[in-house]
């Protein structure tokens, strides 16, 4: 028996909001119904596929008529708590880009409105349907504990991207909005709970406010030993030296990915180049009868390399999965939360100066 496809109201309509929207147009199990923007009228100009769909720039009235099973929130950060709970409540599912809310008691209201519904709750942590990120923690597990994982993401942005990046900076630092996608990898790593961090960060620009910085690096230690740390910065002066380290040291060797050294073209404010991998270099710390090492480091070559587009796709196909086949989602919920604590945690560490114990 064929399934009705999920009506879907898309909300937000920048650089994620059109890549997910673009995703529900080539799922058949989605049928969009809706766009909705706060400068979205007949006269703006959307990719072709999207055109023909009805255009809203009022949220509430878009739910209120369209009574979507499915709303696809991609705004600022300071409306996703509100427009998550009032989509859950009128018994829609939702699918929302990160962070949840701009407090960990925002991150736990959202939940607790979606399991007191019982709508599925999903959060855009993209790199988890990645194959290559996917492979990079499977062999991170292989490495025993403690694990000592080291992530950053600078990016040298300019023009429209230092735009966008000042936009967010009245509401969110990079440490926060990059910084939930790594931590979120490391809790999936050590699969153990993070209790304490601490963080520094630096205003590098007169164009962002006062109180905001655009550099931030911030140190998390887990229940299991493990530490990790994670650095991001916004602006046209950050160096695009080291600025893709994605590295992870145990007992038993090491796991890198090595997109960097093999593309030294990808700019690191490029949507693609976050995802980006092309190879994972394993090395072994085991030790032959002369000290020398037993294995050769070899490197795992990924073939399977989705652009941006490819892993929205494949996040909202996770979507109709969990929607369609019941998925618990407790584990990615809790994630969630979890990096939340760590990434909010590391901004009132940058403002106190002291550590932050969870």
Same mark, same amino acid.
């Given at each position: 028996?064929?399934?009705?496809?999920?009506?879907?109201?898309?909300?937000?309509?920048?650089?994620?909001?059109?890549?997910?929207?673009?995703?529900?147009?080539?799922?058949?199990?989605?049928?969009?119904?809706?766009?909705?923007?706060?400068?979205?009228?007949?006269?703006?100009?959307?990719?072709?596929?999207?055109?023909?769909? %009805?255009?809203?720039?009022?949220?509430?009235?878009?739910?209120?008529?369209?009574?979507?099973?499915?709303?696809?929130?991609?705004?600022?950060?300071?409306?996703?708590?509100?427009?998550?709970?009032?989509?859950?409540?009128?018994?829609?599912?939702?699918?929302?880009?990160?962070?949840?809310?701009?407090?960990?008691?925002?991150?736990?209201?959202?939940?607790?409105?979606?399991?007191?519904?019982?709508?599925?709750? &999903?959060?855009?942590?993209?790199?988890?349907?990645?194959?290559?990120?996917?492979?990079?923690?499977?062999?991170?597990?292989?490495?025993?504990? %403690?694990? &000592?994982?080291?992530?950053?993401?600078?990016?040298?942005?300019?023009?429209?991207?230092?735009?966008?990046?000042?936009?967010?900076?009245?509401?969110?630092? %990079?440490?926060?909005?990059?910084?939930?996608?790594?931590?979120?990898?490391?809790?999936?790593?050590?699969?153990?709970?993070?209790?304490?961090?601490?963080?520094?960060?630096?205003?590098?620009?007169?164009?962002?406010?006062?109180?905001?910085?655009?550099?931030?690096?911030?140190?998390?230690?887990?229940?299991?030993?493990?530490?990790?740390?994670?650095?991001?910065?916004?602006?046209?002066?950050?160096?695009?030296?080291?600025?893709?380290?994605?590295?992870?040291?145990? %007992?038993?060797?090491?796991?890198?990915?090595?997109?960097?050294?093999?593309?030294?073209?990808?700019?690191?404010?490029?949507?693609?180049?976050?995802?980006?991998?092309?190879?994972?270099?394993?090395?072994?710390?085991?030790?032959?009868?002369?000290?020398?090492?037993?294995?050769?480091?070899?490197?795992?070559?990924?073939?399977?390399?989705?652009?941006?587009?490819?892993?929205?796709?494949?996040?909202?196909?996770?979507?109709?999965?969990?929607?369609?086949?019941?998925?618990?989602?407790?584990?990615?919920?809790?994630?969630?939360?979890?990096?939340?604590?760590?990434?909010?945690?590391?901004?009132?560490?940058?403002?106190?100066?002291?550590?932050?114990?969870?």
């Amino acid at each position: 028996m064929m399934r009705k496809p999920q009506k879907v109201l898309v909300v937000g309509l920048g650089n994620m909001g059109i890549s997910h929207a673009k995703a529900y147009h080539a799922l058949a199990g989605f049928e969009i119904v809706g766009l909705c923007s706060r400068s979205l009228d007949q006269q703006t100009v959307l990719p072709d596929e999207l055109s023909r769909y %009805p255009r809203f720039s009022d949220y509430d009235a878009a739910l209120q008529q369209l009574q979507p099973d499915v709303v696809s929130i991609n705004t600022w950060p300071d409306t996703h708590e509100t427009f998550a709970i009032k989509a859950l409540e009128s018994d829609a599912h939702v699918f929302m880009e990160k962070p949840v809310a701009e407090t960990v008691e925002g991150t736990e209201r959202v939940i607790a409105t979606a399991k007191a519904k019982n709508r599925k709750l &999903v959060v855009g942590y993209i790199l988890r349907h990645h194959p290559s990120w996917q492979e990079f923690v499977r062999q991170a597990r292989t490495l025993g504990k %403690p694990l &000592v994982m080291r992530m950053n993401l600078n990016q040298q942005s300019r023009g429209d991207t230092w735009q966008v990046h000042k936009q967010l900076m009245k509401s969110i630092s %990079p440490i926060i909005d990059c910084g939930v996608h790594y931590v979120d990898m490391m809790c999936l790593m050590t699969e153990s709970r993070p209790v304490k961090v601490h963080a520094i960060g630096a205003r590098l620009s007169d164009e962002i406010a006062p109180d905001m910085y655009n550099y931030g690096q911030l140190q998390v230690t887990y229940e299991d030993g493990s530490i990790g740390w994670y650095e991001a910065g916004w602006g046209p002066m950050m160096s695009e030296t080291a600025y893709f380290v994605k590295d992870v040291i145990g %007992p038993k060797g090491s796991v890198s990915i090595v997109a960097a050294e093999q593309n030294p073209d990808m700019e690191s404010d490029s949507i693609d180049s976050h995802t980006k991998t092309s190879a994972i270099l394993c090395h072994s710390a085991s030790l032959d009868k002369k000290s020398g090492l037993f294995h050769k480091d070899h490197l795992i070559q990924m073939q399977d390399e989705p652009d941006h587009d490819a892993l929205c796709l494949r996040e909202q196909d996770f979507l109709l999965k969990a929607i369609t086949e019941d998925l618990d989602l407790d584990n990615h919920l809790q994630d969630a939360v979890n990096s939340m604590k760590i990434v909010l945690a590391a901004d009132q560490s940058i403002r106190s100066g002291q550590v932050v114990y969870l």
